[in-house]
């Protein structure tokens, strides 16, 4: 539902969503970097739009998961490129 009503098919708020999910299990931690980036790529790679911030994938989110998740996703990503981990 998320990607199809986001107006630049970004799959962002999923991306974003099992990012964050993933980072909350006991040994997250490990691969956060890594999968960050590897995740980010494979999203960009498979052709999805890029997030615009229209929120439109929040309104119609069937268990409510908040646009803040991509920002989350953005912060890691943008870490772990810079730090080169």
Same mark, same amino acid.
């Given at each position: @539902?998320?990607?199809?009503?986001?107006?630049?098919?970004?799959?962002?708020? &999923?991306?974003?969503?099992?990012?964050?999910?993933?980072? =909350?299990?006991?040994?997250? +931690?490990?691969?956060?970097? %890594?999968?960050?980036?590897?995740?980010?790529?494979?999203? #960009?790679? #498979? /052709? &999805?739009?890029?997030?615009? %911030? &229209?929120?439109?994938? +929040?309104?119609?989110?069937? !268990? /409510?998961?908040?646009?803040? @998740?991509? @920002?989350?996703?953005? =912060?890691?990503?943008?870490?772990? !490129? !810079?730090? /080169? +981990?």
């Amino acid at each position: @539902a998320c990607v199809a009503a986001c107006p630049n098919a970004s799959a962002s708020l &999923f991306t974003g969503a099992k990012i964050a999910h993933l980072n =909350k299990l006991p040994q997250g +931690e490990v691969e956060r970097s %890594n999968r960050v980036v590897a995740m980010v790529e494979q999203m #960009e790679e #498979e /052709g &999805f739009g890029d997030c615009s %911030n &229209f929120a439109e994938c +929040e309104a119609v989110c069937p !268990v /409510g998961i908040s646009i803040s @998740a991509i @920002a989350e996703m953005r =912060k890691d990503y943008m870490k772990a !490129v !810079v730090s /080169g +981990e």
